[in-house]
């Protein structure tokens, strides 16, 4: 007979003083095609945003690339000014020249710039979490991590997050500014960075997966829809269930265009994976 597990804990605190409900919300789809220019349908972003919101999100990621900017005019245009409580986190270090085209740029000159449009686009005088998107190979990741440290300083950022990075990179970075949150890749069937995530436990970091969903590998797929079928649920709803109970420190940021993929992302909070539940799904291999 399957057990259910203990209740993984709804939220988690960034920084020490930003408590967010662990299912959040990532504002990259609601922009055009490839992520490039606005979106098909402005309208329907709109309501997914404000809609997100209304399910209790208060976690909303995005980035100046995405778009690049819509993604940031479009959190304002829908949600500024922002109700109390509601963490906008933004990402700065990429370039973009084309649709699904991403130049890495963490030079501290165009960082400033990406900050600062950031802030203009938001409508806010200080970013609550700002990530960098990369760490750049061309840039000395001293200049990249002292530009940072003093837009902290100077009140522009209120918490600092990388993204793609191992284990040593987050030290090295820790040297200049607390790192409050790492944003890698990871899901149910990509576990390559599974040190990265025990280290941001052990640190009380935020770990926010990016493509959390399983990526279409045919073991993954048959090990969800088996445990879908018991709740009723769907095997994306699973995906994220899973990485709900693996780790407490897991913020998730599933993104959708539609109301109605936002509210059945939103319902994941409701479903309780049993101990075998886990085991089936924590067996799937790595891809």
């Keep these: 007979m399957a057990t259910t597990t203990a209740s993984y804990p709804a939220t988690f605190t960034l920084g020490g003083d930003l408590t967010v409900n662990r299912l959040g919300y990532g504002a990259m789809r609601i922009t055009g095609e490839g992520i490039w220019g606005p979106p098909q349908d402005h309208a329907e ?14 976690f909303i990621d995005t980035a100046d690339s995405y778009g690049p900017n819509v993604s940031e005019e479009l959190i304002a245009e829908a949600l500024a000014p922002y109700q109390s409580g509601l963490v906008i986190a933004t990402k700065g270090g990429l370039l973009r020249t084309g649709p699904n085209q991403w130049p890495v740029d963490a030079s501290p000159k165009h960082l400033e710039e990406a900050l600062h449009g950031s802030l203009e686009r938001l409508k806010v005088k200080q970013i609550d979490l700002y990530q960098l998107h990369r760490i750049d190979p061309k840039v000395p990741a001293e200049d990249t991590f002292k530009f940072l440290q003093k837009a902290q300083q100077d009140g522009l950022v209120k918490h ?13 970075a820790q040297q200049f500014f607390k790192v409050v949150s790492v944003q890698n890749m990871y899901s149910v069937d990509n576990r390559k960075w599974e040190p990265v995530l025990d280290y941001t436990r052990e640190q009380n970091m935020a770990f926010i997966p990016w493509y959390p969903i399983a990526g279409g590998n045919k073991e993954a797929l048959a090990a969800l829809d088996g445990v879908a079928k018991k709740h009723g649920a769907s095997t994306q709803q699973i995906a994220l269930a899973w990485l709900l109970h693996h780790s407490p ?9 539609k109301v109605k993929h936002l509210e059945e992302n939103m319902k994941t909070a409701d479903i309780q994976l049993s101990a075998d539940d886990m085991a089936a799904l924590d067996k799937i291999k790595s891809a």
Excluded: Y
Excluded at 45 to 58: F, H, P, Q, T
Excluded at 249 to 257: A, D, F, V
């Design 160 to 172: 600092i997050g990388l993204s793609e990075v191992d284990v040593d990179q987050i030290k090295h």
């Design 45 to 58: 972003s709109i309501r997914v945003l404000k809609r997100a919101v209304e399910l209790g999100v208060d």
């Design 249 to 257: 420190n897991i913020l998730l940021i599933p993104g959708t265009s």
